[in-house]
């Protein structure tokens, strides 16, 4: 079993930045690879980003590119999301996620384990 606690949400300004972390315990997930997602009132959850341990690549949602960045700690086992020129329709409760499949990163089918969320308001 897997583990993830997420934390860094808040309240911001349109234009402002915040960094949610990912702490994932129990089970490694190194090797793996770990996504963000966020889900609006009234809206499906969708994909934000996604972050592979090896090589470190990454990919994202077109909403976000150039805009938001993951980042990842393998000794910590934590993965980042830099938040940067924040919208209001970035507004949502964000989830991390952990996978031990292989294939793809950005259906929420991907995933095994999920986050308890924490939200994020961005107000105009």
């Known amino acids: 079993q897997v583990q993830l606690v997420e934390s860094g949400g808040g309240l911001v300004q349109a234009g402002g930045s915040l960094r949610l972390s990912c702490v994932a315990s129990g089970r490694t997930v190194s090797g793996n690879a770990m996504g963000w997602f966020r889900q609006a009132p009234g809206r499906e959850r969708e994909f934000v980003a996604s972050?592979?341990?090896?090589?470190?690549?990454?990919y994202y949602a077109p909403s976000v590119k150039g805009r938001f960045s993951m980042s990842g700690d393998s000794a910590k086992n934590t993965v980042y999301l830099q938040m940067n020129s924040l919208k209001p329709e970035d507004t949502a409760v964000y989830y991390c996620?952990?996978?031990?499949?292989?294939?793809?990163?950005?259906?929420?089918?991907?995933?095994?384990?999920w986050g308890q969320g924490t939200q994020v308001t961005v107000s105009s």
């Open positions: 972050f592979r341990w090896s090589g470190a690549m990454t």
């Open positions: 996620a952990a996978t031990t499949r292989v294939g793809g990163l950005s259906l929420t089918s991907d995933y095994n384990y």
